[in-house]
């Protein structure tokens, strides 16, 4: 059902919006993960609707709060560098798999980085993706500095000339200035040997706004060019997209909306406003 569907069945057939509808608006968009600023925004362009094409101004309202960025994989190089970071649980080492399985299935060649060295779990998680979605992946030895696993991981990737590597690392909680550092110095030593042309922000939709906050710490540290929200599935709250979006100015280039390799697309902003309004 869409964030709005309470608001958009007043409005249908009304030639204006009386002051009960605005609360209403008010609260769909607040229950909706919009956010305070936001919804304060919203509904002052929305008092200006009018009529018929009431449903239309609201999609063209919530449309200029979405980022104007492209939303593709920025082409740098031969070789692309896809650096995922984010807090823990987030959903970064599936989407690594997703995003990797999505690659592949365009017949472009794609090489994975265990750079998760905190937890072996974490590195055997990803091997066991690679196994799955046929896709090799470099790891270290028990104990690995992540700064090494990249690095050795940018080479192997230019030696086998393959066209992606993406960059799996541990979560971090944003507040955490040694682990923050520690994204830097990976940073740094990947670009010893590839550019790095993507750092893709995971965003966990059932957070809420707190996904603001983190966004705002991660992209002042490492320079994120996208984000992927994920767990969409399980949230009717998907207005977290739009909030970001409209804070940051960061594009979301993929969501995700389940657990296996095929619950992950490109981010479609027609689609997903439609979906907020009228579904
Ligand atoms: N429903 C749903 N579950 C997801 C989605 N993406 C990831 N998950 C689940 O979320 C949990 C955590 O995913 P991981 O990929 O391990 O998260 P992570 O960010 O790598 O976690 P850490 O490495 O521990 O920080 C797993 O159970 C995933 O299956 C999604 O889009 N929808
Ligand atoms: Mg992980």
């Known amino acids: 059902m869409g964030i709005f569907s309470k608001f958009v069945a007043k409005l249908k057939g009304q030639s204006t919006a009386d002051p009960l509808d605005w609360k ?13 600023t936001l919804t ?25 709060h979405l980022s104007t960025k492209s939303r593709e994989l920025s082409v740098a190089s031969d070789v692309r ?16 798999a997703k995003l ?8 472009s060649s794609v090489m994975l980085a265990a750079a998760d060295t905190f937890r072996a779990a974490a590195v055997n998680q990803l091997q066991t993706w690679g196994e799955r ?3 090799p992946v470099i790891s270290g030895k028990d104990g690995a500095e992540p700064a090494s696993v990249a690095f050795d991981a940018a080479i192997a990737a230019k030696e086998a000339a393959v066209k992606f590597l993406i960059i799996d690392t541990a979560g971090r909680l944003h507040n ?18 590839l550019p790095i042309s993507e750092v893709l922000l995971v965003i966990d939709a059932t ?40 804070a ?31 579904d």
Do not use: C
Request: aromatic share 4%.
């Open 24 to 36: 209403v608006l008010e609260e769909e968009l607040l229950a909706a993960d919009i956010g305070p």
């Open 40 to 64: 304060a925004e919203i509904i002052k362009s929305a008092q200006s609707l009018k009529g018929d094409d009431a449903l239309a101004s609201l999609t063209n309202i919530l449309k200029s």
């Open 81 to 96: 560098a896809i650096l995922v970071v984010g807090v823990n649980g987030t959903g970064k080492t599936t989407s690594v």
């Open 100 to 107: 990797a399985n999505l690659i592949h299935s365009f017949n």
């Open 133 to 135: 979605i046929g896709v």
């Open 176 to 193: 955490k200035n040694d682990l923050m550092a520690e994204l830097g110095k990976i940073r740094r030593v990947i670009e010893k040997t």
């Open 207 to 246: 957070t809420g706004q707190n996904g603001i906050a983190q966004a705002k710490i991660f992209a002042e540290a490492v320079d994120v060019t996208g984000l992927i929200v994920t767990k969409l599935d399980g949230s009717a709250r998907g207005g977290i997209a739009l909030a970001i979006e409209s």
């Open 248 to 278: 940051l100015d960061i594009p979301i280039k993929f969501i995700g909306t389940g657990e296996g390799e095929r619950d992950f697309a490109p981010f479609d902003p027609e689609r997903y406003l439609n979906g907020l309004v009228n």
